[in-house]
């Protein structure tokens, strides 16, 4: 996830850091701040705990049939969106 926030850091001053939070301390902080109901936090907690198993990698072999195209890489998606992400749009 660290390669995630450099390649989604806009411009060198604006640096988005990505920090490691315990599963754990993620769910007490949504719940004790009563941000998401405790069903979305669950399943928040198990998307993230499959993807850091590596699952959903390759994405799903229906999405190309579905969209009619490969799907999109994230590499692909950051350097299309390139200027939302500086904060240009």
């Not at 995630?4 to 850091?17: D, F, N």
């Amino acid at each position: 996830m660290t390669e995630v926030a450099a390649k989604l850091s806009p411009r060198p001053a604006k640096t988005i850091r990505y920090v490691n939070v315990t599963p754990e301390d993620a769910k007490k902080g949504a719940r004790s701040r009563r941000e998401c109901r405790h069903s979305v936090v669950d399943a928040l907690d198990e998307l993230f705990a499959r993807t850091a198993q590596g699952q959903g990698e390759r994405g799903f072999s229906m999405l190309e049939t579905l969209l009619g195209r490969p799907a999109t890489s994230f590499d692909e998606l950051q350097v299309r969106n390139a200027a939302v992400f500086r904060g240009e749009k």
